[in-house]
């Protein structure tokens, strides 16, 4: 990442429409700084428990005391009849007018006087990181707008990298559960899912980091995150397990044929192999993908000109 960014910050506009584009965002300075943070944040948990000591700053808090709002939102707007629709309760779409014209101020709530201006650049990516509101659905390109959100609040300094495993353990995780229910509730349907040869319907980092967390754990192998009595013991201690504990509790039939791709990952000797090959695969169905990156929107913080690696802050 490179050094704090505190001014000339611009409203992030989208760049990617054709397959050419997506050539060159593979190139640009956004891929990089993202591809380069998610790693920060992998590398930050290999081996650690989500019950290990960490430090936890007052700007992380914070940002969960944001998600605070938006769960009381969910709790007050009551649901529409969805009738015989599959997905997507409309509700929904009155909880992301809700985050639209709040999100402002609840940024500025959190952010000190002298980063307000960055709220041009952070907004869309915050606001992008609950589904969308017109489709009614959620993927992992909302995923990455959070993850976005998190890069830009490193890259302006109102998290540093004495924040890095809180920002996986503490700021993600809520994160993560806030979606969870927001899935549940709204129904939402998952976006660009394919089924049963899709890692997951709506999430794919957390499968990433939980993997870190579990390299050279001596207790539980690849093979063990299949067997539900493993499951259900270490969920709250890993991610990785976590997730799988979510599929089983509301999938039904055998693993091996609702989540055949995950299920096949059972089969890996180890979890550094593990965790090497999820980010292979997430670059190539992930940010390779036009589908997904087409809704990506690129400022100053996260540019679309092209990287030219320069002195600085490493990530």
């Given at each position: ?8 910050f611009?409203?992030?506009?989208k ?50 005391s ?19 629709q ?30 307000h201006?960055?709220?041009?650049e ?6 992008g ?56 509730h ?115 913080l ?14």
């Amino acid at each position: 990442m490179s050094a704090v960014i505190t001014d000339g910050f611009i409203a992030p506009t989208k760049c990617v429409k054709t397959q050419s584009d997506v050539e060159r965002w593979l190139k640009s300075s956004a891929y990089a700084e993202l591809l380069g943070f998610i790693t920060l944040l992998n590398k930050s948990v290999r081996g650690k428990s989500l019950k290990c000591n960490f430090e936890l700053s007052e700007n992380c808090k914070s940002i969960n005391s944001v998600f605070e709002l938006i769960g009381q939102s969910v709790s007050e707007i009551p649901l529409e009849d969805q009738g015989a629709q599959r997905f997507g309760n409309k509700a929904f779409r009155v909880l992301g007018q809700r985050i639209e014209d709040k999100s402002e101020e609840w940024l500025k709530n959190i952010l000190t006087d002298d980063l307000h201006d960055s709220i041009i650049e952070l907004k869309p990516y915050f606001d992008g990181s609950f589904g969308s509101f017109v489709r009614i659905d959620y993927g992992t390109g909302h995923e990455i707008s959070f993850i976005a959100f998190l890069c830009c609040l490193y890259k302006i300094g109102y998290l540093t990298q004495a924040d890095n495993v809180a920002t996986v353990f503490y700021i993600f995780v809520k994160y993560l559960d806030l979606m969870r229910r927001i899935q549940l509730h709204y129904n939402l349907e998952p976006a660009g899912s394919q089924g049963v040869w899709g890692l997951d319907d709506y999430q794919f980092l957390p499968f990433i980091f939980g993997s870190s967390q579990l390299i050279a754990n001596p207790e539980i192998a690849p093979e063990d995150f299949i067997n539900t009595r493993i499951v259900e013991k270490g969920y709250s201690d890993y991610m990785f397990l976590g997730c799988v504990k979510f599929i089983m509790d509301i999938k039904k039939g055998p693993f091996s044929e609702h989540s055949n791709q995950l299920y096949n990952i059972s089969g890996v000797p180890t979890w550094s192999k593990v965790n090497t090959g999820l980010i292979k695969m997430y670059k190539a169905e992930v940010l390779c993908k036009q589908p997904v990156i087409q809704h990506f929107v690129f400022g100053s913080l996260l540019s679309f000109t092209e990287h030219k690696p320069t002195p600085g802050i490493k990530l």
